[in-house]
Nanobody, 127 residues
Framework: QVQLVESGGGLVQAGGSLRLSCAAS????????MGWFRQAPGKEREFVAA????????YYADSVKGRFTISRDNAKNTVYLQMKSLKPEDTAVYYC????????????????????WGQGTQVTVSS
């Protein structure tokens, strides 16, 4: 069993920055692909970014490329999402996820790719 706890959400003005953190329990963190998703009111949960456990290029949704950066600290069992130049349309609940099965290059942006999810943290960007 893996537990994920997100933090760092809040209210920020458009153009501002926030850094989300996701702390993971369990022994599989360092080798596991981690992902961030978000869900706005009335919309489906959508992929934001992902990072493999042992290096490799990160994955980003087109809507956040150049503004968001995903990173991880395996010593702290933590994955981060640095968000800059925030827009009102970035407002959503942000969820951390982990894939404990072996990595695959197929399906990274899909919900079913991941095995466990956090409870989410609210990000609100005011105009």
């Amino acid at each position: 069993q893996v537990q994920l706890v997100e933090s760092g959400g809040g209210l920020v003005q458009a153009g501002g920055s926030l850094r989300l953190s996701c702390a993971a329990s369990g022994r599989t963190f360092s080798s596991s692909t981690m992902g961030w998703f978000r869900q706005a009111p009335g919309k489906e949960r959508e992929f934001v970014a992902a990072i493999r456990g042992r290096g490799g290029n990160p994955y980003y949704a087109d809507s956040v490329k150049g503004r968001f950066t995903i990173s991880r600290d395996n010593a702290k069992n933590t994955v981060y999402l640095q968000m800059k130049s925030l827009k009102p349309e970035d407002t959503a609940v942000y969820y951390c996820s982990i894939r404990v099965r072996p990595h695959s290059d197929y399906g990274v942006p899909t919900l079913g790719f991941y095995d466990y999810w956090g409870q989410g943290t609210q990000v609100t960007v005011s105009s």
